[in-house]
């Protein structure tokens, strides 16, 4: 029977385990928390799901991506809703024309929307650096706004770093749109899985082939030598699959990679609602970015009179007790990632998956979608 040894059981992991289990691998699983799931874990609090590690919300446009995970979850639709606070203002994020709206005395707001509406069309949406190099000063002007008032200050405390030194397509994410939809996300498919995600998770790893082993750091037991991979100090050919951080896993030999990290504030209260949106942005002031209120995205149809929230910290990742979930692509760490990257292609059992593995900021369907490649590709080898 082929083997396969899996570093990490969070969904990249999951998905990998749950197709080889299926095609005829013996699967075996290991992840440094005493819990499965990775950074999608959540638990039900006071009749809420609350996800451990930040807020996760599921949207894709693939179909396969949706039909795959559909097979160990239900779902209930969800489409998610951003306001960012402007010191009590609330406005929708992405920015749109109601955003414009609410900030911009009455003639301006339609001088300006008339102007976009002609320049981009009606329900377009644009990149705020795009919009920021525009031709037309009223356009530039505008854009400007939209820069200080949704992205510097978010963004200097999301990364700690000027948008200059960050990978364009951070602030792609987050477009101006040219129309009223308030939603965040466009994907087809928006919904939330109605069990939570590590009860998906659960599903996927429930196969006899598939063996879970938990507070399991893959440093303690993988090691690298002139021969080969070795797996509990025995040489392996077995297929490994690593979803951490390379660096860590190699003593960083090649140098640290830059990531961002976050502490989570967890508070509970005595309320029915504690803000008018899922989350909300704080993208003038404060020192948290956003605030998530978990029942009003992970838990339908939840009737209880508390609530609970989640504040995010950033800071910058710099020891091994915290947690990396932001990898920091740039040209200098892109540089070094290929040092890694260069060194474990030596061994050709080894393989480089997820957010951490493939050092690329990467929603949880792109996760979904790599791991069901590399498994193809297993198969076929
Ligand atoms: N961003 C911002 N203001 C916002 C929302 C997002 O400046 O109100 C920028 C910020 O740099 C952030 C990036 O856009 O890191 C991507 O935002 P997204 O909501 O996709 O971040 P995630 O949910 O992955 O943390």
Redesign the pocket.
């Known amino acids: 029977m082929k083997k396969v040894i899996i570093v990490g059981s969070g969904l990249s992991g999951a998905t990998c385990a749950r197709i080889l289990a299926e095609n005829g691998f013996k699967v075996k699983i290991i992840d440094k928390n005493n819990h499965i799931g990775g950074n999608v874990y959540d638990e039900k609090e006071e009749g809420i799901f609350v996800q451990k590690y930040g807020p996760h919300i599921f949207h894709t446009n693939s179909q396969e991506v949706y039909d795959f995970l559909s097979k160990y979850t239900v779902w209930f639709p969800f489409e998610h809703q951003v306001l960012?606070n402007i010191k009590g203002v609330y406005i929708p994020?992405p920015f749109n024309l109601d955003s414009l709206h609410a900030l911009y005395p009455e003639n301006q707001a339609n001088e300006i929307e008339a102007i976009l509406v002609n320049e981009y069309g009606k329900d377009n949406k644009v990149p705020i650096m795009e919009l920021k190099q525009h031709s037309n000063p009223i356009i530039r002007e505008f854009a400007d706004f939209v820069f200080k008032t949704?992205?510097e200050h978010?963004?200097t405390k999301?990364?700690g770093r000027s948008i200059e030194q960050l990978d364009p397509n951070?602030?792609k994410?987050?477009p101006v749109y040219i129309s009223r939809n308030k939603n965040y996300f466009t994907d087809k498919f928006q919904y939330q899985p109605a069990n939570g995600y590590t009860k998906m998770v659960e599903n996927m790893l429930n196969h006899q082939n598939i063996d879970v082993k938990l507070n399991t750091e893959a440093k303690d037991v993988l090691s690298f030598r002139d021969d080969g991979i070795y797996f509990e100090n025995e040489k392996t050919d077995a297929e490994i699959i690593f979803c951490g951080a390379i660096d860590n896993l190699l003593d960083n030999k090649f140098g640290r990679l830059p990531y961002r990290t976050l502490n989570f504030v967890y508070e509970t209260y005595e309320m029915e609602s504690y803000q008018p949106a899922p989350v909300v942005?704080y993208?003038v002031d404060m020192e948290f970015t956003r605030i998530s209120e978990f029942k009003k995205f992970t838990t339908p149809n939840v009737k209880s009179d508390k609530t609970i929230i989640v504040k995010e910290y950033p800071l910058e990742y710099e020891n091994e007790n915290q947690i990396p979930y932001y990898p920091i692509a740039n040209e200098n760490s892109l540089n070094t990632y290929k040092k890694y990257v260069d060194f474990v292609s030596q061994y050709p059992n080894f393989h480089l998956l997820g957010r951490l593995g493939n050092y690329k900021y990467i929603n949880m369907d792109i996760a979904v979608s790599d791991a069901i490649k590399l498994s193809q590709k297993l198969i076929e080898k």
């Open positions: 960012a994020v949704i992205f978010y963004t999301q990364w951070v602030m994410r987050v942005n993208t």
